[in-house]
């Protein structure tokens, strides 16, 4: 089944302990992307990469780290969490980055994270 | 920097009425512009999508239009029903980036 899997669903965490929430795609898509979703704000992209090593900053990058070193696997590294990024992450793919249906991402189901 | 704005962040409709979400872009550089639909617990879900070469597109209920001087999009949902109810979220992408910046949202709510 194609699809976009993220673990863990659920984490809760204590501020400074580094953390890692892993993001894979078995579609072969070039395009892989990270958001945060918080209440009145929507989804806010955290970084993105269009290809494997090319990673890229989005809105709100700082506090997160990334990685692309294989083509369906991007995990998102907190280094030092704080309670501000408490939040519902999301992982998505996508065939390209165009403007066509090749272009439409596909979200994972979610990673809840609290940060005390 | 970038930015969406999405007007209203909530509405409500009876059964069978019409829903209108607006967005406004600041970046002219954006070209692609897709609406997400997401229901409680959710991921978000591709709902219909339009680029900048384009005014209108329509898939059954579902319509969005563009108009690229004034930098607004707007999904239409006609003949709206209670499985409409859900939040919808407007994005506008940056030409030749990855870069996706998203509406804050609205919450849609079909009453039977």
């Known amino acids: 089944e194609a699809q976009v899997t993220q673990n863990p669903r659920y984490l809760i965490t204590v501020t400074g302990k580094k953390l890692t929430v892993t993001c894979s795609q078995n579609?072969?898509?070039?395009?892989m992307s990270w958001y945060r979703q918080d209440p009145g704000l929507g989804l806010r992209q955290i970084y993105y990469s269009m290809n494997v090593e090319v990673t890229d900053k989005g809105d709100v990058p700082e506090g997160y780290k990334v990685s692309r070193k294989e083509k369906r696997n991007f995990p998102l590294i907190l280094e030092s969490p704080s309670p501000n990024q408490t939040s519902l992450y999301f992982c998505?793919?996508?065939?390209?980055?165009?403007?066509?249906?090749?272009?439409?991402?596909?979200f994972g189901p979610g990673t809840r994270l609290t940060v005390l | 920097g970038e930015n969406v704005e999405q007007h209203p962040s909530t509405l409500s409709v009876q059964e069978g009425d019409s829903a209108v979400i607006k967005c406004t872009y600041s970046?002219?550089?954006?070209?692609?512009f897709p609406w997400y639909k997401q229901e409680l617990g959710k991921r978000p879900q591709l709902i219909i999508d339009i680029r900048s070469n384009v005014g209108e597109k329509k898939d059954q209920r579902i319509a969005v239009t563009l108009n690229k001087t004034a930098k607004h999009f707007s999904l239409h949902i006609t003949e709206t029903q209670p499985e409409d109810s859900a939040v919808y979220f407007c994005?506008?992408?940056?030409?030749?980036?990855?870069?996706?910046?998203f509406g804050q949202g609205t919450t849609l709510q079909v009453k039977p």
């Open positions: 998505a793919s996508s065939l390209e980055t165009g403007t066509g249906s090749r272009n439409e991402q596909f």
């Open positions: 994005a506008a992408k940056v030409r030749n980036t990855g870069k996706l910046i």
């Open positions: 579609m072969n898509h070039e395009y």
């Open positions: 970046d002219s550089a954006s070209n692609y």
